[in-house]
């Protein structure tokens, strides 16, 4: 009698403690999702290597940084509906084209399938309040599928204002007590670098120590053979300096908040960028358009012109590819973490962490958190990651596999194999039909472009949302 009334002592008094006692378990309540537009694994982390600490190097100290992270596509419609839905881009079928040749120039994409669930639906389903605040377009058009389950999804101009914009909805939000998703889109590494060479080099006469440390990484000496693409990556390179300073201060007001206890908060890049770094002295250049020989134009190329530098959409190599991923895991300690991760595993690892059934059981999506965990995972080798989707060009695969990849045009028959270890700048490609695992990785991509979605949606939209696509160097040739 004496042992049951001790036992019930004790179990009443852990009920009336609650959380208290258990510290250690997360209050896993909300997310927020952070997409750093166009953001290079590389230069994301330059503050770093360069020894040029910023207000943003000791957030990132804190958080899980996945350095091996590889994105689905190498433009942003794809790429985010992958994050959203778990889903490769053939299976949930957002940026296809009508023709052989892709050219986002003249043609709007598809968007994603109308039965894919995304991440916003499914947790709005659940009573979560949803929000999207975005500097891009993409975001806000009901032909691309992205908004779907956001109850709030707002299109923004500039990065303060998204940020300015999330905060103010955060304090409604938390006032009602409520779990929440927030989705942000960031734009601000996306077009300064591409604007007319002249105004770049008036911006360029005052020289920042973000110049100076620019002038001394790998990335800089490999274009610095042409003049104005150095100029435009520093300009890029600042860019990114001032994106992570904003993402600091964003995370400062979170913490003031009282937010970081119950929030697991994910950064990552859509693609990245590319500077004619893969080019050598001697190729051809006509201003900042690029004429070969690395690049296979008529493979790469929409109607015979050259691939305009600086630029992102027209290839799978890894400028494009490789890109920052980060997470902030309430009671989680921030570490690296060299476990192969792709954009799709953003989606299950919200999901789990959240103890929440995938409704869709995408493939190859995993949860990131639980790889980061497990040490036997500690190696490339381990897994598989899979990439597609061209803006500008003929469409294309990548897969790779440990140190290996291979670039694939299957319409042409082209079949190019690298060995990133050896060859990290991805320039001297081998036959991917002479090698075993050429063989084996082509056997890999059987059924993933028959499987595309190749169905076209019509352009149905607004004005407004046109004209801010061409103001991104988007459509172009789309008629008004």
Not at 134 to 142: D, F, L, V, Y
Not at 258 to 275: A, Q
Not at 326 to 332: D, F, M, N, T
Not at 412 to 418: I, M, Q, T, V
């Amino acid at each position: 009698m004496r042992i049951k009334i001790i036992l019930g002592v004790g179990l009443g008094l852990l009920l009336a403690a609650g959380s208290s006692l258990f510290w250690w378990v997360p209050n896993r309540q909300n997310v927020i999702l952070i997409c750093k537009d166009t953001v290079r694994y590389d230069t994301f982390w330059l503050a770093e290597t360069a020894a040029l600490p910023d207000a943003f190097s000791g957030w990132g100290k804190r958080a899980l940084r996945f350095n091996a992270t590889q994105s689905v596509s190498s433009w942003t419609l794809p790429a985010v509906a992958s994050v959203m839905s778990g889903l490769l881009p053939e299976l949930h079928g957002a940026g296809r084209f009508s023709g052989p040749i892709a050219d986002l120039r003249h043609e709007m994409p598809t968007g994603m399938e109308s039965e894919t669930a995304t991440l916003a639906g499914v947790l709005a389903n659940r009573g979560f309040k949803t929000a999207s605040f975005s500097a891009h377009p993409w975001m806000t058009m009901e032909t691309t599928g992205l908004d779907r389950g956001f109850e709030a999804n707002v299109h923004l101009i500039e990065d303060a204002e998204v940020f300015d914009a999330a905060l103010k909805w955060l304090q409604e939000i938390r006032a009602s007590g409520k779990p929440f998703f927030l989705n942000l889109h960031l734009m601000g590494a996306h077009e300064l670098h591409a604007k007319p060479i002249a105004e770049i080099r008036t911006q360029l006469k005052q020289v920042s120590p973000v110049d100076t440390a620019v002038r001394q990484s790998a990335l800089f000496l490999s274009i610095q053979h042409r003049d104005e693409q150095s100029l435009r990556y520093l300009i890029y390179a600042r860019a990114v300096f001032a994106l992570r300073d904003r993402l600091a201060h964003f995370l400062s007001a979170l913490e003031a908040m009282d937010l970081l206890s119950s929030t697991l908060i994910v950064s990552y890049s859509d693609h990245g960028e590319s500077f004619g770094e893969r080019a050598v002295q001697g190729d051809q250049f006509e201003g900042d358009s690029f004429r070969g020989p690395v690049l296979d134009l008529e493979a790469l190329a929409w109607d015979g012109s050259a691939v305009r530098l600086p630029g992102h959409g027209n290839s799978l190599y890894q400028e494009m590819l490789h890109v920052p991923l980060l997470a902030w895991v309430p009671g989680q300690q921030g570490r690296d973490v060299e476990v192969p991760a792709s954009l799709v595993d953003i989606y299950a690892t919200v999901l789990s962490w959240l103890k929440i059934e995938d409704p869709q059981a995408p493939s190859l999506a995993v949860d990131l958190l639980d790889l980061a965990a497990d040490s036997k995972l500690e190696s490339p080798s381990h897994r598989l990651l899979c990439s597609s989707g061209i803006a500008y060009g003929i469409p294309a695969h990548a897969v790779r596999f440990d140190r290996w990849k291979l670039v694939a045009r299957e319409s042409k028959g082209e079949f190019e194999l690298y060995d990133l270890e050896a060859d990290p700048g991805e320039v001297n490609p081998l036959n991917g039909d002479d090698t075993l695992m050429g063989q084996r990785l082509r056997g890999l991509l059987e059924g993933l472009e028959s499987r595309a979605r190749l169905r076209r949606l019509p352009p149905t939209i607004t004005a407004e949302q046109l004209e801010r696509l061409r103001s991104l160097g988007y459509l172009s040739g789309v008629e008004r």
